[in-house]
């Protein structure tokens, strides 16, 4: 063709000549490829170059081969809910396509691009991805997520050319049909460029996706990254569950390590290339040692955080990334990038939470993917040769899905897979449909196979739940833009980290109490001297587990400072630069027996409630070498992740001289008061605390009452016992007394005072004398954090 003409009727364009205005010209994919190359190389990030077939050349090919007259003929009737007649229709254009050749015309022209390409990379025949780029795909309103195919490892001007024909006959497969149908695009107003990329060696390191968002809430601080050893393809069709890393933009280029945490995945298979008959890849089992270690550095995990947020950056909007790294070069590369397009449409100020009214049993459990609830008959799919018997409305269990599967999900109450991680296809396509989809459930297809109806729960935080029978759920929308400001502090309550980001759009000042023990018992399980002291564990299957658990880390030490720094962290970054008190741990001695290894450390006691707990056991020699991990961890969020917004408080400090010891311990181990800021604050939940608030206030910076305790202990009843527990009241006339007592003198020492329970919400009247008594916040629950701001701020 004459490289005078147009670029609108030109056969081939370089990545080169291509910028996001060319979505007409080349699809989105390819403009964007283009737009990168063009203005985001010059910053730094490594994209391989390669080069666009056009959709004027798809045009072409279709008119000059009559295929736009046989395509219609064939289409006649379709019936997207029909998966029989949709099936018939797709093959019958696929199989009209690739009966055609290509003009020769168009074959040259790939040809002498692909001749320039290998000269560029100094090959014969250079290695090369080609993937299709519909004109109408990654738009900020249809994800378009692989409705068309991609071939890797394409090798030689033959084998490129049929690829690119193979391409272009995806733009009707059967997914491809019904997607377009969904979206109301007509089917000859989408044409197909195909892109030719030079591949990256990352079957001899890793490769995965980014997304500049967190994927299940929208929360825009952060960067979700996957990745797995070899070929990325595995990480996006979800075959594998990938580690899993999150890196905090506002650290990202200051001194701080902005990754804030790392999961690590189980990496089953790795791709690379195959030089079997016509394979061009292959799947291979994953060592144990790699397995069982990152697929990435910190350093390569800071760098493709840097990159995700400078594209970011340039587009304007949230976007979902592929990356890959070359294990020959050592060098790691971008090789698409597209908008995200599930919380860019969601409606904003809105609040919406699932939440189940009622207690089921618990058969099976994996990663959630979204927030919402969903119910139905189990359905069994085990590969896609049986997608037209799903019935509308069931629950779609199956090892995994990919394009192929999309007719049926839409028609889905929930998707539960066996594998995958939180991007791959299954969870990519429910979040847009907005269906709950629980991935990587190992084995859901074998345990439901036993079960009528489930539930299927993604509310409860990062676990996604499965439940036997249909449970009931309730469904609560807010609209946040009518929420008023108040000014005694509103806060939160909260122990869950996966749950974090999604109550950050809570209307709310920051975090009045950020519980330990969730992480502890959630996320380590293991008790902290278990850890230290793995001799004085006997129990074989303890031991078994504590070795399970700990895989990937240097120690038991290492493991236990690092999932809770990266649990705090995860709560901290969520509501960033806000207040966020971090509660030193208060298990009781029943609670720490529970946990593994526990029996080997703990005593028996007659009544824990009132025996070794809190500020009593951190100066223990029982407990000594444990709270120093507890201290490392908290200094590991401050000084290492920067999140200065994290304060300390101690809970059940019973006296002064106790409060002392154990301020000055914390500061042994990096935790000085004031230092850097820190403040740290005590429980009010002993009477002492009320009595000698002025000796308490000299130590610490502040107080948060814990009005169940403290009701419990000024009354002198046990609070669990039917025969006392009508005398049980936080509005006591003796507790109120001995709060308005404390708000005076604290406040006296220039302190704050807070309160960490949900006697506010349940008492107006209690509310309102905490307001009327100038109490500097209150920190609730996260279901009545909205209602109780609107009834303070309603007080007069």
Aim: net charge positive; proline share 4%.
């Amino acid at each position: 063709m004459n490289k005078q003409l147009p670029k609108s009727k030109k056969f081939i364009l370089w990545f080169n000549e291509l910028t996001n205005k060319d979505v007409a010209l080349v699809g989105g994919k390819n403009a964007s490829l283009g737009e990168m190359y063009q203005k985001l190389t010059p910053n730094g990030i490594l994209i391989p170059n390669g080069f666009a077939l056009t959709a004027y050349a798809y045009r072409y090919f279709l008119i000059q081969k009559q295929l736009d007259i046989k395509i219609q003929e064939i289409l006649k009737g379709l019936d997207t809910s029909n998966v029989r007649n949709l099936a018939r229709k797709g093959y019958a254009v696929r199989q009209a396509i690739m009966e055609e050749e290509l003009p020769d015309e168009l074959k040259d022209a790939i040809r002498v691009a692909y001749r320039q390409l290998s000269k560029e990379y100094n090959s014969y025949g250079v290695d090369t991805a080609v993937r299709s780029s519909a004109t109408s795909e990654d738009l900020p309103t249809a994800s378009f997520a692989g409705q068309q195919e991609t071939y890797l490892n394409i090798r030689g001007e033959y084998a490129l050319i049929e690829s690119c024909k193979k391409c272009i006959a995806s733009l009707f497969t059967n997914r491809a049909i019904s997607y377009r149908e969904d979206k109301g695009f007509d089917h000859f107003s989408v044409a197909l460029s195909v892109g030719v990329q030079k591949m990256v060696r990352s079957d001899k390191a890793s490769a995965g996706v980014m997304f500049t968002i967190d994927t299940e809430s929208g929360f825009e601080n952060v960067i979700l990254i996957n990745s797995a050893w070899g070929l990325g393809e595995n990480v996006v069709k979800g075959r594998i569950t990938p580690d899993e890393f999150i890196v905090f933009k506002p650290m990202l280029g200051t001194k701080f390590n902005p990754v804030i945490s790392k999961e690590l995945g189980s990496k089953k298979y790795r791709m690379i290339y195959s030089l079997e008959g016509s394979q061009t890849t292959k799947n291979t089992v994953v060592s144990k040692t790699d397995r069982e270690k990152f697929s990435l550095e910190n350093g390569e995990i800071v760098q493709l955080g840097k990159w995700a947020d400078l594209i970011e950056k340039h587009y304007k909007m949230p976007m979902d990334i592929e990356w890959a790294k070359d294990g020959r070069l050592n060098k790691l590369f971008i090789v698409q990038a597209r908008p995200e397009t599930v919380h860019t449409q969601k409606k904003q100020n809105v609040y919406e939470e699932y939440k189940l009214t009622k207690k089921g049993k618990l058969v099976l459990e994996g990663t959630a993917i979204g927030f919402k609830i969903g119910l139905g008959r189990v359905q069994v799919i085990r590969d896609v040769t049986g997608i037209e018997k799903f019935q509308k409305g069931n629950v779609l269990v199956t090892e995994m899905t990919d394009p192929d599967w999309e007719p049926i999900m839409k028609k889905a109450a929930a998707i539960i897979t066996n594998s995958g991680g939180k991007t791959c296809h299954a969870a990519i396509v429910s979040r847009e449909l907005g269906i709950p989809c629980i991935v990587g459930s190992k084995n859901g297809t074998s345990i439901l196979a036993k079960y009528k109806d489930v539930t299927v729960s993604c509310a409860e935080g990062e676990v996604g739940k499965v439940y036997d029978g249909k449970v009931p759920f309730k469904i609560l929308k807010t609209n946040l833009a009518k929420i008023p400001k108040t000014k005694t502090k509103i806060m939160l309550n909260l122990g869950n980290p996966s749950l974090a980001f999604e109550y950050s759009f809570l209307p709310n000042d920051g975090v009045g109490l950020a519980r330990q023990e969730f992480i502890i018992s959630n996320y380590i399980k293991i008790h902290p001297n278990a850890l230290i002291y793995p001799r004085k564990v006997k129990d074989p299957e303890a031991k078994s587990k504590i070795a399970e658990l700990t895989v990937g880390y240097e120690d038991g030490k290492d493991f236990y400072i690092e999932k809770l720094a990266q649990g705090i962290s995860r709560l901290a970054a969520a509501f960033y630069p806000k207040e966020v008190i971090v509660r030193l741990s208060d298990f009781k001695t029943s609670e720490y027996r529970n946990m593994i290894g526990g029996e080997y450390f703990e005593p028996q006691e007659s009544n824990p409630m009132i025996g070794f707990r809190g500020a009593s056991r951190y100066n223990h020699p029982r407990f000594k070498e444990a709270f120093k991990l507890e201290c490392e961890a908290l200094k590991k969020v401050r000084d290492e992740f920067g999140l200065y917004n994290v304060k300390v408080m101690v809970p059940f400090c019973r006296t002064i001289g106790e409060g002392k010891d154990v301020l000055k311990l914390m500061a042994q181990n990096g935790l000085q008061r004031s230092h850097k800021k820190l403040k740290i604050l005590v429980m009010c939940e002993i009477p002492s605390n009320v009595v000698l608030a002025d000796e308490f206030s000299k130590i610490f910076d502040g107080f948060s009452i814990g009005t169940n305790d403290l009701t419990q202990l000024a009354l002198g009843l046990d609070r669990d016992s039917e025969l006392v527990s009508h005398l049980y009241d936080e509005r006591d006339p003796t507790i109120k007394r001995m709060l308005k007592d404390l708000i005076k003198t604290a406040h006296r020492y220039q302190r704050s005072v807070g309160i960490c329970g949900e006697a506010p919400s349940n008492y107006p009247e209690f509310a309102k004398f905490l307001v009327r008594n100038k109490i500097d916040s209150m920190s609730l629950e996260p279901d009545s954090i909205i209602k109780t701001r609107m009834k303070i701020a309603r007080m007069k």
